[in-house]
């Protein structure tokens, strides 16, 4: 019987796991967890506000903070994570990349594209942190015509080019980083 926000989320994702993102809504999750209809709004006031919050909790099971710190330390070693953890995605809640961008964006909802401009905003920030404080780059790579930040983007174009190809081998990326910055 789930009690807790965290505990409906978990099912949430789990539905998603299972069903795809027709499973969630209020009645589904508030029967998966064994709780009132109600139990359910006293955390979430919509539907709307579920599906967000679940889209959250994957984002975050997704990139959850690596166990290894090091990984922040080196662009290769983050890129060949952040790899990883995309085809884990992938495996774990087949489609959600691209249903999540789609299904707000027909949505229309402005909370969820700002959910999602937020989470690629947070990603493109730590990709840009590591190529700040990567001890191996060129002092000569970056200029004020080629900044960390527009490198970042051509690196997560690219990660988000796999997620859509469902291509999961970093290697190219990892050569066009070596070649550009190293």
């Given at each position: ?34 709780v009132s209809v109600g139990c ?88 840009c942190s590591v190529l700040r ?15 960390p930040e527009q490198f970042a ?30």
């Amino acid at each position: 019987m789930a009690t807790s926000k965290a505990d409906i989320l978990k099912t949430s994702r789990e539905l998603i796991q299972q069903n795809g993102w027709a499973a969630v809504n209020i009645r589904a999750v508030a029967a998966a967890c064994g709780v009132s209809v109600g139990c359910i709004y006293n955390y979430f006031g919509s539907k709307t506000e579920l599906v967000s919050a679940a889209v959250e909790s994957i984002w975050n099971d997704i990139f959850r903070h690596p166990e290894d710190e090091a990984v922040f330390q080196d662009t290769l070693s983050c890129i060949q994570w952040m790899y990883r953890q995309m085809e884990y995605g992938c495996q774990q809640y087949p489609g959600f990349f691209t249903h999540h961008a789609l299904g707000f964006v027909q949505q229309d909802t402005a909370g969820g594209k700002q959910q999602m401009r937020q989470t690629w905003q947070h990603i493109l920030d730590a990709l840009c942190s590591v190529l700040r404080h990567d001890a191996k780059i060129r002092p000569d790579a970056f200029t004020e015509q080629f900044t960390p930040e527009q490198f970042a983007g051509i690196l997560f174009s690219l990660m988000l080019s796999a997620v859509v190809q469902q291509s999961f081998d970093p290697s190219a990326v990892l050569e066009i980083v070596r070649r550009t910055i190293y």
